[in-house]
């Protein structure tokens, strides 16, 4: 019955393609492989990355390759000589275990190297052709510990065989293999928002990869919905069907296993048509999850999908029967979302036409871009690019905080237990002022940058390793502008000047560089003030004092005694001083004459105009005027 199933499995997907007229694209995503030592083999290289254990997404490793002598292939467990060899020592190089593909699943020499001590585990292909994605096994493995897939942590690669011979060989002549594994560029990285799709099902009885997918959605909710109401993701939830091909469409299998009339189809979950649920029942199940997640994406609340999709894994389990449409919409009341919603959506699934949720969800499938087809279940996609490794919180979080652009991950991503914090080793590298604990470097998920920082809203320029410089108004307040600054004898001067926009200088009656430190200039000694003969001059820090004999007091813009005009005045200040007189008096004269000339005018005016309405006493009557006249 399982060779039968997996038969119909890869007709319905065969034909699905063809129905899209489109050549299937199983895209395997990869990581660089740089091989550093023997100098015969530097350069970079292609690995496919396993779809089990933790890559290190955002990061790299360094480590020595070696091969064993004896189970080269690690379908055994490692003990003794090769045990020794390989496991990984204190203040050394970690092992990378290279061994032979073939005679066991990828998944059992993983466990079997990681056990052994080895830190990574590189798998020579055995025949040559292109790179392919070693998967987990469908089934059960056959082994002692048949859940320790799950327990895999180490990273794995599969390298071609003609990469893998060199690297044997040269191991046999003495030469030590070191290789950089590098991940950082594994996800792209663009912008301060990762989009993710994660490619799921609802049946929950299909052996260990369901399991793991349950465990993941349970353990993953919290984080995923963090970093959704935040605007740090966008996430977007996917389900897998088929269809069944034309001739099949009247068959107890299509029928048990598809809705609207062959259109969309799963798997049976026990794959026995006789009895428990059908396919038919998944597939009903999974358009209610995926309707349910537009109704509340709608509803601008996405991330309520997690807590749909995790409560009704624990109320409506199959094993107890109630996998079923009316535990569905009591778990969809409970959340308060409108279940009639819900229900327009699913529609009818006895209709022979096209569902425009599911149809979507098949077109979605077929791969677009670098992304190629989702042939795998689950399948996350992280910025277009499909996720390999463990489906575990940790190694998905860490994948996700790697598709942000550096500098924009959430706080989320940069604590102790998901990336080591550079800045915390010599400060990465990076300027820094101790004194007002101020640093340019920047943790980030996949390293740190060194980047001058805004502190109090005053933003610091240079280039982030060996200089940072505040810059505009208020500058002064965050470590003085990082200028000099003294007080000395209750005077407090300072090099930082708020209305610049950068630099230093050193106040009036100082000198330096103004960043480092400003020295005092002695006016009195460098005969720079206070040097009129009448003159006592005394220095100060930053500045001086200067007394005058006799009384006499000092002018210290004109560095002079002034007084009394007498013969001890010297001349120069007298003959200025006969000149503000002289323009004091001639002043006042002038503003005397303007006054008096002002009001004579005014008289005038004042007199004529009173004229054209009266007789004045010094002017004839009109009449006698007239009569003159005649």
């Given at each position: 019955?399982?060779?039968?199933?997996?038969?119909?499995?890869?007709?319905?997907?065969?034909?699905?393609?063809?129905?899209?007229?489109?050549?299937?694209?199983?895209?395997?995503?990869?990581?660089?492989?740089?091989?550093?030592?023997?100098?015969?083999?530097?350069?970079?290289?292609?690995?496919?990355?396993?779809?089990?254990?933790?890559?290190?997404?955002?990061?790299?490793?360094?480590?020595?390759?070696?091969?064993?002598?004896?189970?080269?292939?690690?379908?055994?467990?490692?003990?003794?000589?090769?045990?020794?060899?390989?496991?990984?020592?204190?203040?050394?190089?970690?092992?990378?275990?290279?061994?032979?593909?073939?005679?066991?699943?990828?998944?059992?020499?993983?466990?079997?190297?990681?056990?052994?001590?080895?830190?990574?585990?590189?798998?020579?292909?055995?025949?040559?052709?292109?790179?392919?994605?070693?998967?987990?096994?469908?089934?059960?493995?056959?082994?002692?510990?048949?859940?320790?897939?799950?327990?895999?942590?180490?990273?794995?690669?599969?390298?071609?065989?003609?990469?893998?011979?060199?690297?044997?060989?040269?191991?046999?002549?003495?030469?030590?293999?070191?290789?950089?594994?590098?991940?950082?560029?594994?996800?792209?990285?663009?912008?301060?928002?990762?989009?993710?799709?994660?490619?799921?099902?609802?049946?929950?009885?299909?052996?260990?990869?369901?399991?793991?997918?349950?465990?993941?959605?349970?353990?993953?909710?919290?984080?995923?919905?963090?970093?959704?109401?935040?605007?740090?993701?966008?996430?977007?939830?996917?389900?897998?069907?088929?269809?069944?091909?034309?001739?099949?469409?009247?068959?107890?299998?299509?029928?048990?296993?598809?809705?609207?009339?062959?259109?969309?189809?799963?798997?049976?979950?026990?794959?026995?048509?006789?009895?428990?649920?059908?396919?038919?029942?998944?597939?009903?199940?999974?358009?209610?999850?995926?309707?349910?997640?537009?109704?509340?994406?709608?509803?601008?609340?996405?991330?309520?999908?997690?807590?749909?999709?995790?409560?009704?894994?624990?109320?409506?389990?199959?094993?107890?029967?109630?996998?079923?449409?009316?535990?569905?919409?009591?778990?969809?009341?409970?959340?308060?979302?409108?279940v009639k919603k819900i229900r327009d959506c699913v529609g009818d699934p006895n209709l022979d036409a096209?569902?425009?949720?599911?149809?979507?969800?098949?077109?979605?499938?077929?791969?677009?871009?670098?992304?190629?087809?989702?042939?795998?279940?689950?399948?996350?996609?992280?910025?277009?690019?499909?996720?390999?490794?463990?489906?575990?919180?940790?190694?998905?979080?860490?994948?996700?905080?790697?598709?942000?652009?550096?500098?924009?991950?959430?706080?989320?991503?940069?604590?102790?237990?998901?990336?080591?914090?550079?800045?915390?080793?010599?400060?990465?590298?990076?300027?820094?002022d101790k004194s007002a604990n101020i640093t340019a470097c920047r943790d980030t998920f996949r390293g740190?940058?060194?980047?001058?920082?805004?502190?109090?809203?005053?933003?610091?320029?240079?280039?982030?390793?060996?200089?940072?410089?505040?810059?505009?108004?208020?500058?002064?307040?965050?470590?003085?502008?990082?200028?000099?600054?003294?007080?000395?004898?209750?005077?407090?001067?300072?090099?930082?000047?708020?209305?610049?926009?950068?630099?230093?200088?050193?106040?009036?009656?100082?000198?330096?560089?103004?960043?480092?430190?400003?020295?005092?200039?002695?006016?009195?000694?460098?005969?720079?003030?206070?040097?009129?003969?009448?003159?006592?001059?005394?220095?100060?820090?930053?500045?001086?004092?200067?007394?005058?004999?006799?009384?006499?007091?000092?002018?210290?813009?004109?560095?002079?005694?002034?007084?009394?005009?007498?013969?001890?005045?010297?001349?120069?200040?007298?003959?200025?001083?006969?000149?503000?007189?002289?323009?004091?008096?001639?002043?006042?004269?002038?503003?005397?004459?303007?006054?008096?000339?002002?009001?004579?005018?005014?008289?005038?005016?004042?007199?004529?105009?009173?004229?054209?309405?009266?007789?004045?006493?010094?002017?004839?009557?009109?009449?006698?005027?007239?009569?003159?006249?005649?």
């Open positions: 019955m399982r060779i039968k199933v997996t038969v119909v499995w890869c007709v319905w997907i065969l034909a699905l393609l063809w129905q899209h007229h489109v050549v299937a694209r199983f895209v395997v995503e990869k990581n660089n492989l740089k091989i550093t030592s023997p100098r015969s083999l530097r350069g970079i290289y292609e690995c496919a990355i396993g779809n089990f254990g933790v890559p290190k997404y955002g990061g790299a490793m360094i480590g020595a390759v070696v091969y064993p002598k004896a189970n080269q292939n690690g379908c055994n467990r490692f003990e003794g000589a090769d045990a020794s060899l390989f496991a990984s020592r204190p203040g050394g190089f970690p092992t990378f275990l290279l061994v032979d593909r073939g005679e066991c699943y990828f998944t059992l020499k993983a466990w079997n190297a990681q056990k052994g001590g080895a830190a990574a585990i590189l798998v020579a292909d055995d025949r040559i052709e292109p790179l392919i994605t070693m998967d987990t096994p469908e089934e059960g493995t056959g082994a002692n510990d048949d859940d320790y897939i799950e327990k895999i942590n180490i990273p794995s690669a599969l390298v071609s065989k003609g990469l893998g011979d060199s690297i044997k060989a040269a191991l046999a002549s003495g030469d030590m293999v070191n290789v950089n594994l590098d991940w950082r560029e594994a996800l792209p990285h663009p912008d301060d928002r990762v989009e993710y799709e994660f490619w799921t099902n609802s049946n929950d009885e299909c052996g260990v990869k369901c399991d793991a997918q349950l465990s993941f959605v349970s353990s993953f909710k919290g984080a995923a919905q963090l970093l959704e109401q935040k605007g740090f993701t966008q996430f977007t939830p996917h389900f897998i069907t088929w269809y069944c091909p034309q001739a099949f469409i009247l068959s107890k299998q299509c029928k048990a296993q598809c809705i609207n009339n062959g259109r969309y189809c799963a798997p049976d979950p026990d794959q026995d048509f006789s009895r428990g649920y059908d396919g038919r029942d998944v597939v009903i199940q999974n358009l209610r999850q995926a309707c349910f997640f537009k109704v509340a994406n709608e509803s601008k609340k996405p991330w309520q999908w997690w807590d749909y999709v995790t409560d009704f894994a624990i109320r409506c389990p199959m094993r107890e029967n109630r996998y079923t449409q009316e535990c569905s919409d009591q778990v969809i009341a409970s959340l308060g979302v409108d096209e569902n425009p949720v599911l149809k979507k969800e098949q077109d979605a499938q077929i791969g677009k871009g670098t992304r190629g087809d989702v042939t795998i279940l689950p399948t996350l996609i992280i910025n277009n690019r499909q996720y390999r490794g463990k489906l575990s919180r940790e190694a998905v979080l860490k994948a996700i905080c790697s598709a942000f652009k550096e500098t924009t991950e959430p706080s989320i991503c940069l604590t102790p237990d998901m990336e080591t914090n550079e800045c915390l080793v010599n400060n990465g590298g990076c300027w820094q740190r940058v060194c980047e001058c920082p805004v502190v109090q809203n005053v933003k610091f320029v240079g280039d982030g390793y060996t200089h940072c410089e505040a810059t505009a108004r208020l500058r002064c307040a965050v470590n003085n502008g990082g200028c000099w600054k003294g007080a000395q004898e209750g005077r407090v001067y300072s090099a930082c000047i708020d209305d610049h926009t950068k630099g230093c200088k050193c106040p009036p009656g100082f000198r330096g560089d103004g960043v480092h430190s400003c020295e005092d200039i002695d006016e009195c000694k460098e005969k720079l003030a206070c040097q009129c003969p009448e003159c006592n001059c005394k220095n100060t820090w930053g500045s001086y004092e200067c007394k005058c004999n006799s009384g006499l007091y000092y002018m210290r813009d004109n560095d002079m005694c002034i007084g009394k005009y007498t013969a001890s005045v010297n001349s120069g200040g007298f003959i200025i001083w006969v000149i503000f007189l002289v323009i004091a008096i001639v002043g006042l004269v002038g503003y005397a004459f303007y006054k008096y000339r002002i009001q004579r005018y005014m008289d005038s005016e004042i007199r004529a105009i009173m004229a054209q309405y009266m007789p004045l006493d010094n002017q004839p009557d009109a009449s006698v005027q007239l009569q003159q006249g005649v």
